[in-house]
């Protein structure tokens, strides 16, 4: 019997195959076919998929996967992430997750698990088992049985569902209504949008609150839908309104995405989705009359009463007073907020107190512009009216904090206010009251922060500006601001500092639009670290770039301008400024810490020079800058400066054909790391001994350690540039001898090219790809590419970049015939964004 006939009766001996997706796996025969194409894989990463495939229910750790992967066979770790890596590559990134601490879990459903139109379910190892965020005690629903009932029914049928109504209505009440009653079958979950304003941040915040760290490879809603595939959970997303356009397309994402996750919104207007059922919210039921049978019958006389009774324990509301309960109700539109805010103020005033002050709180809405916002005119009426209760002191503090943006702290509020009328103390007296009465609210015990509705901000806003105050408070904010980041460095709190970045947004665009060019400068330069390791590289650097023109103003104090100018030349590198740009930045910087006496920054300015240097081409300069650095150093000079200085000069000695001796330095500059405990040093110096390797024609070996950086940096934080160089490497080093593996890298690596704005840099690689593909035009257009991007930046390809379109100019030059580089000059500029979808159109990607 010839082999085929052999695993043809194998196969036919075979129960009924494993099925994912588009694979089936012959367990008894070794074959798996994908789309019923027969793939060739080697014993060991058939036995590791049948292994993962029939306990895809769980995780298996890697000694499991060793130990009856190689029965009594002693490996080392790499033999499995190789193998890991090998079936990633043939089924898709995603295919095997791993769990950080428990191993590496199947993510491929099974056919009889995928969802409606062959999705398949991809689980979140950190929500799973998770109770949600409710909060703990939730104030009594009034008046809304029949919504709650409703509402529920249909989330019991609809995946989707938006609670829509005016401001005020009581939307987010009864969606945490119905979230409680919904959390003994799902975990719910909360995300409140009111106070972001910026929509690019939509996708991250919602990851924040679900405490869901995105890996940054991706777009982030593509992310965000993957890691909620799979999950049973309600999500809440509340007060969805001012970001209708870009909720819309990450609801209907996560929708087609994530089958068991059901979506509650509440928005004033509906998403208009096609699978959308949308709930229009009512305001509670008024008597249409002055005298009815039963008052309690109706929502808002309901809500009324109770809410007096919690200050009032005794309060009934008698035949008297009924008129006057109806008039306060139906004057308030039967909206909750303006009910609640009307029954806080009967202990104080009185039923009859309560009803003769709406007049004159109401009179000035109801002569103003009809042009208003419908939000605006109701809730301004009622917060006008609340805002005429408080005292001289406490309209003061009030108004004043309408300034901050996104919440503050104690210690900010009494910054802002104390010393205007106010002492510290007293600010907190004030800012207690206010939290009584719900103006402002307060969140989290050991270290609260505090914060105001959008719409009560809004209104503090707008009696700041009746008390001409905005100018100075708005001043006084940001540099409030300011002094919350110096204090949260100090403190070395990456956790305060970033829990104050909708503030830094707010006061920089304020600073820079009244010429305040020191506060600006420190806006944009003190955050910037923390803003970029946590994801937003691009809100660090634009803000910085911005601010430029602010840098050189002569009353800058000297420090902050030195670290600006190390900033500013620090992120210009690896191409995203002119090299010469950087060079005069890190120059300027340089000059300024030496004048400071601080050696460290003086150091550090050094190593970026030399880096900056390279990327220029100038193996002098660098290795002069690189001198200058190491002579600094003494036997108590700090590890980590040494390790990142000895890591560029493994660069500059690779760029110089020393390869033996770069890798040596670069292995020492690891070891150095490691023992430093530098994570994201050792990623970056294993990047650079894998391109040595690949230099120096180690293919094999260059694939190997590739394969393992990316595996490592899928899974790291803030790893997206090392992924894009590992992936970019591993095109590269299998382009010859494996065209179609190096293809499905190439799927994986577009996207996280785009994102980590490496695809310039990194388009001679591909055009490499592309030749060898035969997509003759697609090459032409990334050579031009890739040789405008090294006009522009001032950047010179490094050996593997040579390479590479030395390579992509042979294959076309073979094919096209004549002048390659005219082809490409005549070819011209090309928009990225269209070229990148050519090339996933082409690869399949």
């Not at 995780?59 to 090998?86: A, Y």
């Not at 303006?338 to 202990?347: K, Q, S, W």
């Not at 292995?667 to 110096?685: D, F, H, I, K, S």
């Not at 030059?813 to 928009?831: F, N, Q, W």
Request: glycine content about 8%; some cysteine; aromatic content about 4%.
């Amino acid at each position: 019997m010839d082999g085929e006939s052999q695993q043809l009766h194998a196969r036919a001996s075979d129960q009924e195959p494993l099925r994912f997706g588009p694979c089936e796996l012959w367990t008894q025969s070794g074959e798996l076919t994908i789309d019923g194409r027969r793939v060739h894989l080697g014993a060991r990463a058939l036995g590791l998929l049948k292994l993962l495939a029939e306990n895809r229910h769980r995780p298996m750790s890697k000694h499991e996967l060793l130990d009856r992967g190689w029965p009594g066979v002693v490996v080392e770790e790499n033999n499995l992430q190789v193998q890991i890596s090998t079936l990633r590559r043939l089924l898709g990134p995603q295919s095997i997750v791993t769990i950080p601490g428990r191993g590496y879990q199947f993510m491929l459903g099974a056919e009889s698990e995928a969802g409606a139109g062959g999705e398949l379910p991809c689980t979140s190892p950190v929500l799973s088992g998770g109770s949600g965020n409710l909060p703990a005690h939730l104030v009594e629903l009034y008046g809304r049985e029949g919504d709650r009932a409703a509402v529920m029914n249909l989330m019991e049928r609809q995946a989707l569902v938006s609670i829509v109504g005016s401001a005020g209505i009581g939307k987010t009440r009864l969606a945490l209504a119905v979230a409680q009653s919904s959390a003994a079958s799902a975990a719910a979950w909360v995300v409140e949008l009111a106070s972001l304003s910026d929509p690019r941040l939509l996708a991250q915040t919602i990851a924040q609150t679900l405490r869901l760290k995105l890996p940054g490879v991706r777009e982030p809603a593509d992310e965000l839908a993957a890691a909620l595939g799979g999950e049973n959970l309600l999500l809440v997303l509340d007060n969805c309104e001012h970001l209708i356009a870009d909720v819309c397309p990450l609801v209907a994402r996560i929708a087609r995405q994530a089958g068991k996750v059901r979506l509650l919104v509440t928005s004033q207007e509906p998403l208009r989705l096609s699978d959308e059922h949308v709930f229009r919210l009512a305001p509670l039921t008024v008597p249409d009359r002055a005298q009815v049978a039963d008052p309690m019958a109706y929502g808002a006389l309901r809500l009324f009463v109770e809410r007096v009774r919690a200050s009032l324990p005794r309060f009934e509301l008698t035949a008297a007073h009924v008129a006057a309960a109806i008039e306060i109700c139906r004057r308030l539109d039967g909206l909750p907020l303006a009910i609640e805010l009307a029954a806080a103020r009967v202990p104080l005033l009185g039923i009859e107190g309560v009803r003769a002050r709406l007049g004159e709180r109401l009179q000035i809405l109801t002569a103003g512009s009809r042009e208003a916002p419908k939000r605006h005119q109701t809730l301004r009426a009622a917060l006008d009216w609340s805002h005429g209760l408080l005292d001289a002191d406490e309209r003061a503090v009030y108004r004043r904090l309408g300034v901050f943006v996104g919440g503050f702290s104690l210690e900010g509020a009494q910054l802002l206010v104390a010393g205007h009328g106010a002492e510290g103390e007293a600010v907190l007296d004030r800012l207690s009251s206010l939290v009584d009465k719900s103006l402002v609210i307060s969140e989290g015990d050991y270290r609260p922060r505090y914060r105001m509705l959008e719409s009560t901000r809004e209104h503090a806003l707008e009696q700041l500006a009746k008390a001409g105050e905005s100018e100075a408070y708005l001043g006084r904010h940001a540099a409030v601001t300011v002094r919350a980041l110096e204090q949260a460095i100090r403190q070395r709190r990456t956790d305060l500092l970033l829990s104050e970045i909708s503030n830094v947004r707010s006061a920089y665009e304020w600073a820079r639009a009244h010429g305040d060019a020191a506060t600006a400068v420190a806006l944009a330069t003190l955050p910037s670290m923390a803003i970029a390791v946590e994801g937003a590289v691009d809100e660090a650097c634009q803000r910085l770039l911005d601010a430029e023109p602010l840098a050189s103003d002569p009353a800058l104090p000297k420090r902050l301008e030195a670290q600006y100018w190390q900033w500013y030349g620090r992120i210009g590198l690896d191409g995203r400024l002119p090299s010469s740009r950087c060079i005069d930045a890190l120059h300027r910087a340089e000059r300024l810490f030496i004048e400071l006496g601080e050696s460290r920054h003086t150091h550090a300015c050094r190593r970026h020079m030399a880096e900056a240097m390279l990327d220029a081409g100038d193996l002098d300069g660098a290795a002069h800058a690189l001198g200058r650095a190491r002579a600094m150093e003494h036997a108590q000079w700090p590890l980590a400066d040494r390790m990142r200085r000895l890591r560029v000069e493994g660069l500059w000695l690779a760029r110089a054909g020393r390869l033996d001796e770069a890798l040596r330095t670069s292995t020492m500059a690891l070891e150095m790391a490691q023992a430093g405990n530098v994570e994201r040093y050792e990623l970056v110096l294993l990047d650079d001994i894998a391109r040595m390797h690949l230099e120096a024609g180690d293919m094999a070996d260059a694939v190997e350690r590739y394969e393992l950086i990316a595996e490592r940096a899928r899974s790291a934080q803030n790893a997206g540039l090392t992924l894009s160089n590992a992936l970019a490497g591993l095109i590269a080093s299998l382009v010859d001898d494996l065209p179609g593996e190096a293809t499905a890298v190439a799927r994986e690596a577009l996207p996280v090219l785009r994102r980590s704005n490496s695809f310039s840099a990194r388009a001679d690689i591909l055009a490499h790809l592309m030749a060898s593909l035969g997509h003759w035009t697609l090459a032409v257009r990334l050579l031009g590419v890739s040789n405008e991007f090294r006009s522009r930046c001032e950047t010179a390809r490094d050996p593997m970049e040579l390479r590479s379109q030395q390579r992509a100019i042979d294959l076309l030059r073979g094919s096209l015939g004549g002048d390659v580089a005219r082809v490409i000059a005549e070819i011209g500029s090309t928009d990225e964004e269209r070229l990148i979808a050519d090339i996933a159109s082409a690869i399949g990607a």
